[in-house]
């Protein structure tokens, strides 16, 4: 089988502006590898998640619990079946698309050494104001109102300084 090298940027992308507007993930016959000589780490998952649900995933070490969330940043490929989120099939999406538009909190936070504001908004789209409500939503606006420089707050690596 050919290698297909995965596009960054889509030529002629549909996407629309807001997707995924809704959240539905729908899994069909999704089966994942890590390298093409190494067994299946995910075989043949089928599932319907409604967009607001719930799931928890479950299953003993190995299970692949952590594969299906790579298979959703296509960081490994599907070698069968599909992953479609609000009806878009991401393998027909570019990586940055896919990547700029899900996320994923992890049970580690990661933060870089730069200001706080940087590390909210490292690409600078969101105005302070905007910034300061994601902080306010998150129960933190009254944490980051108390430090010093507030939100050019310098963080350090890994936020050692924050805690
Ligand atoms: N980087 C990797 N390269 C090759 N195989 C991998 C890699 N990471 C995981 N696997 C394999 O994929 C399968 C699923 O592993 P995965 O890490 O997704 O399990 P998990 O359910 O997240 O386990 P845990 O509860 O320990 O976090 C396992 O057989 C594992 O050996
Ligand atoms: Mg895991």
Redo the contacts with the bound molecule.
């Keep these: 089988m050919a290698l297909r090298k995965a596009e960054w940027e889509q030529e002629t992308s549909s996407l629309p502006p807001g997707w995924p507007t809704e959240g539905c993930i729908d899994m069909r016959g999704l089966c994942l590898r890590?390298?093409q000589d190494?067994?299946l780490?995910?075989r043949n998952i089928t599932i319907n998640i409604s967009s607001g649900e719930k799931v928890g995933i479950v299953?003993?070490?190995?299970?692949?619990?952590?594969?299906?969330m790579l298979g959703l940043f296509r960081i490994i490929e599907a070698a069968e079946g599909h992953i479609f989120i609000d009806g878009v099939d991401i393998a027909q999406l570019g990586l940055h698309e896919l990547r700029s538009r899900i996320t994923i909190i992890p049970q580690d936070p990661v933060l870089f050494s730069g200001s706080l504001r940087m590390n909210l908004d490292p690409f600078d789209n969101y105005s302070d104001e905007e910034a300061w409500r994601a902080l306010e939503y998150s129960h933190l606006k009254s944490f980051v109102s108390g430090l010093p420089d507030k939100l050019n707050q310098e963080c350090s690596e890994g936020g050692e300084n924050l805690r």
């Design positions: 890590y390298r190494l067994d780490a995910i299953g003993r070490t190995g299970a692949g619990k952590s594969s299906l």
